[in-house]
């Protein structure tokens, strides 16, 4: 996704497609706050990837296929806003763009 359709969907308050990936090393922290039983060597195996982050959730809470992707898209939801937040400037532009923009 190009940057700036990025930070559109930064503004829309909706993650794009790839953000659990794109934010995971930072994200992958949070997870065990949400679901306690997922183990480290899980989160390993999950890359990122939001379809298998919903496997281990079924497989560890005994879920609905519906019910763990459900729950993790209102988890992204839920931190996309927070990171978007901190990543945006109030131009609406991310802290990087400004950054190379004002060189």
Do not use: C
């Amino acid at each position: 996704m190009a940057k700036r359709d990025e930070t559109r969907e930064m503004r829309a308050g909706k993650p794009p497609p790839d953000a659990l990936r794109t934010w995971w090393p930072e994200l992958r922290g949070r997870v065990p706050e949400r679901w306690s039983r997922l183990t480290n060597e899980w989160l390993g195996e999950v890359e990122g990837r939001q379809e298998r982050l919903a496997e281990k959730l079924r497989d560890a809470y005994g879920i609905s296929e519906a019910e763990a992707t459900r729950q993790v898209e209102d988890f992204l939801e839920t931190h996309w806003n927070a990171l978007s937040a901190r990543h945006l400037t109030p131009s609406g532009t991310t802290a990087g763009d400004d950054a190379i923009n004002n060189k």
